[in-house]
């Protein structure tokens, strides 16, 4: 975050940790897999927050559990819906 701040410069960070993408992104885009396209995009207060604080202590955010949490029952919705269609398929 530091660097980041520091140099200005645009970051590009791809995980599959949610907690990670909320910490460290200004924008998280969540991706829909097959095919592969952005399913939904947020703007964060969050990383802006984790230069000047400590990240334990941004994580007790207001909106950071409730954003976590959206994000995940999306992912798992997509995954469930998948898995729905390849068991059909078979």
């Known amino acids: 975050l530091k660097l980041w701040k520091e ?5 590009i960070l791809i995980t599959h940790s949610v907690e990670e993408a909320l910490l460290l992104g200004e924008r998280l885009l969540v991706m829909a897999p097959r095919p592969g396209r952005v399913h939904k995009e947020y703007r964060l207060p969050f990383a802006d927050l984790g230069v000047a604080s ?3 202590d941004v994580k007790k955010h207001p909106e950071f559990n409730p954003r976590r949490d959206e994000i995940l029952g999306m992912i798992w919705d997509m995954e469930e819906e998948i898995m729905g269609r390849m068991e059909a398929a078979q």
Do not use: E
């Open 54 to 56: 400590d990240l334990r």
């Open 7 to 11: 140099t200005g410069k645009t970051i």
